[in-house]
């Protein structure tokens, strides 16, 4: 069994890396059909001066319903294309959770759809795709 944690923003770079695993999937490519496919959005925390003004019942509504938008294609994709999986939601630093949710689920790689900023731009900017590359010890897929 392949486990592979699929990294979702609901960006569009997002959805390319999900049809992109969808077609390794479909065509049996390296995965073939025995895979475990774990999708994970991390949405990053409110700053405090709104966040000490909500309860936790509404803090876990408001990142709850945040995710279900930035999951919403990827689960119809997934859906559509008859790929069984299993959803996580996680709130705080994207890029840490990403590779903590590997690690903790004990996935074989990861797939994450990238920004294409550039080399230069991802080290100066810090992007989550560079820093999950740089994080884990797993195989990394980054779709442009």
């Known amino acids: 069994m392949h486990k592979i944690l699929l990294a979702v923003d609901g960006s569009v770079h997002a959805e390319r890396a999900v049809a992109h695993l969808i077609g390794l999937i479909r065509d049996g490519g390296l995965l073939g059909?025995?895979?475990?496919?774990?999708?994970?959005?991390?949405?990053?925390?409110?700053?405090?001066?709104?966040?000490?003004?909500?309860?936790?019942?509404?803090?876990?509504?408001?990142?709850?319903?945040?995710?279900?938008?930035?999951?919403?294609?990827?689960?119809?994709?997934?859906?559509?294309?008859?790929?069984?999986?299993?959803?996580?939601?996680?709130?705080?630093?994207?890029?840490?959770?990403?590779?903590?949710?590997?690690?903790?689920?004990?996935?074989?790689s990861i797939v994450m759809g990238t920004h294409g900023a550039g080399f230069v731009a991802g080290v100066l900017l810090g992007s989550v795709a560079s820093k999950v590359v740089h994080l884990t010890e797993v195989p990394v897929t980054l779709v442009k």
Do not use: W
Not at 65 to 83: E, H, K, Y
């Open 33 to 108: 059909g025995n895979t475990e496919i774990h999708l994970v959005h991390v949405r990053p925390l409110l700053p405090e001066r709104v966040s000490r003004t909500m309860t936790a019942e509404e803090l876990d509504r408001h990142y709850q319903q945040d995710s279900d938008v930035a999951c919403r294609t990827a689960i119809v994709m997934l859906q559509n294309a008859g790929v069984e999986f299993i959803r996580h939601t996680r709130t705080g630093a994207p890029a840490e959770n990403i590779v903590f949710c590997a690690k903790t689920l004990l996935c074989d």
